[in-house]
């Protein structure tokens, strides 16, 4: 699965390399972390395997999760939940935004930036339109990515037991953070 995100990232690298050298901004190891904050429970989890890239000429926007890569649920059980009862990570092995920041801004000039970037996020294999919210920090030779955004598990076809109502919140907020440098050609 890691592995089919390399590709995945690398193919639209690929897809870009026609583009001036420095257009292209990529990551492989961003931090991405959920909470669901129901009334009797409280479950985080995080990976450190997001991968991205951001397209300085015509300013589009992706990120790529291998959904299996969460780490941290407060038990081996709710892992193993999250994965084959949830997320159904055997067949939706990612979650993933593709867009473009709808802001003119250049994004070669250093500086900080609050940005909205409108496109299709897909997780548990049903995409949805969204805008998400970040904040750039463009610098001489890198762009730190913040973004904070909910995700309604009602909206990706996520169904949660009603027994489980109480230890599930319905709404996940979800925290992404990660440094993009200009690829190689």
């Known amino acids: 699965i890691k592995s089919f995100s390399i590709i995945l990232i690398l193919g639209t690298v690929f897809l870009f390399s026609f583009q001036e050298k420095g257009e292209i901004f990529t990551c492989r190891n961003g931090q991405v972390s959920f909470l669901s904050d129901a009334p009797l429970e409280m ?7 997001l991968a991205g890239a ?5 300013r589009s926007f992706s990120f790529l999760i291998p959904t299996k890569t969460f780490e941290g649920f407060n038990s081996s059980m709710q892992k193993t939940h999250f994965n084959e009862d949830y997320m159904e990570t055997d067949t939706y092995h990612n979650s ?6 709808i802001e ?3 994004l070669g000039v250093p500086g ?11 997780i548990h294999g049903v995409e949805n339109d969204r805008l998400v919210r970040c904040d750039l920090i ?10 904070s ?7 990706h076809n996520i169904t949660i037991p009603s027994i489980l109502n109480q230890k599930i919140a319905e709404e996940i907020k979800v925290d992404i953070s990660f440094t993009l440098t200009p690829s190689e050609r």
């Open 104 to 106: 003119e801004i250049d």
């Open 112 to 122: 900080t930036y609050k940005i909205r970037a409108k496109g299709k996020m897909n």
């Open 96 to 101: 993933s935004f593709k867009g473009k920041i």
């Open 54 to 58: 951001i397209n300085l000429k015509d």
């Open 43 to 49: 479950i985080k989890a995080s990976s450190k395997s």
């Open 149 to 155: 955004f909910t995700v309604f598990l009602a909206d």
């Open 138 to 147: 463009v610098g001489e030779k890198n762009i730190d990515v913040k973004a």
